[in-house]
C-alpha cells in the first residue's frame, strides 16, 4: 500500500546534538512537508520542497535543515541551535500544490533529555 | 495572508449527540477547504474536503459545506459515537495564491462520552 513511513516513532536526544528525522514516501507524490505540531498551538510549517533539490522555509525553519536527493525522501534534521526540540514532528506530501489535501505520516516524538 | 479560525476547546458530549465545531477563514484566492481527525498519539487524516463554494463534503457521517458568502466551513455529525474522540482541524489549500501549503486551524479537541 503506498503511503508515507515516518521514523522513528519515538526518538530520544541529549542536549546539544543533532538529530534526523526520516520521512520516505511511495505515492509518487512531488510535494513535501514538515510540520511541528505543541499542545494548543496547532501545526506549524518548518520547511517544504515542491519538486527535488528544491525546498522553501515554512515560518518556523531556525534550527532546523532539510535536504531533497530523491523524490521519496525528505529528512529533517533538528540541529543543537532549535532552543526548543521537544515536540511531536509530521511529514506530509501532496500530489499538487495542496489543493486536494495533504497525506501524513504517523509522526515522530522527539524527547530531549 | 490567508487565516483558519476554529472554535476553542474542548468540546465534551454525551454518546448520540449533535455535533457542531466552526470553521471560519480568511483567504486571497479560491480556496479548497479540509477538515482533518487526529486520533491520540498519530499523524492527522483527511476527513473530508470540498473545492468550490457550496460543496458539501461528507464521510463517516460528517458534513461540511463550503459558505462563500459567511467564509465558513462548519464540521457536523448527527450522533457522534465514543470513537469520534479525537482532534479536528480545519485547513485552507489557497488555489488563488502561489503559496504552496496547507494553513490550519489550531484544532479543537472532542471528547465523547458513553
Known amino acids: 500500500d503506498g503511503g508515507i513511513t515516518q521514523s522513528p516513532k519515538y526518538l530520544f536526544r541529549k542536549e546539544g546534538q543533532n538529530v534526523t528525522l526520516s520521512c520516505e514516501q511511495n505515492?509518487?507524490?512531488?510535494?513535501m512537508y514538515w510540520y511541528r505540531q505543541d499542545p494548543g498551538q496547532g501545526l506549524r510549517l518548518i520547511y517544504y520542497s515542491q519538486i527535488v533539490n528544491d525546498f522553501q522555509k515554512g515560518d518556523i525553519a531556525e534550527g532546523y535543515s532539510v535536504s531533497r536527493e530523491k523524490k521519496e525522501s525528505f529528512p529533517l534534521t533538528v540541529t543543537s541551535a532549535q532552543k526548543n526540540p521537544t515536540a511531536f514532528y509530521l511529514c506530509a506530501s501532496s500530489i499538487d500544490n495542496g489543493i486536494l489535501g495533504y497525506t501524513f505520516g504517523s509522526g515522530t516524538r522527539l524527547t530531549v533529555v | 495572508g490567508n487565516s483558519v479560525t476554529q472554535m476553542e476547546g474542548p468540546v465534551t458530549l454525551s454518546e448520540e449527540a449533535f455535533l457542531t465545531i466552526n470553521c471560519t477563514y480568511t483567504?486571497?484566492?479560491?480556496?479548497?477547504l479540509f477538515w482533518y481527525v487526529q486520533y491520540p498519539g498519530e499523524g492527522l487524516q483527511l476527513l473530508l474536503k470540498?473545492?468550490?463554494?457550496?460543496d458539501k463534503g461528507s464521510n463517516k457521517g460528517f458534513e461540511a459545506t463550503y459558505r462563500k458568502e459567511t467564509t465558513s466551513f462548519h464540521l457536523e455529525k448527527g450522533s457522534v459515537q465514543v470513537s469520534d474522540s479525537a482532534v479536528y482541524f480545519c485547513?485552507?489549500?489557497?488555489?488563488?495564491?502561489?503559496?504552496?501549503?496547507?494553513?490550519f486551524g489550531k484544532g479543537t479537541l472532542l471528547t465523547v462520552n458513553p
Open positions: 485547513a485552507l489549500s489557497d488555489r488563488g495564491g502561489s503559496n504552496y501549503k496547507l494553513t
Open positions: 470540498a473545492t468550490k463554494a457550496d
Open positions: 505515492l509518487n507524490h512531488d510535494a
Open positions: 483567504a486571497t484566492g479560491y480556496p479548497s
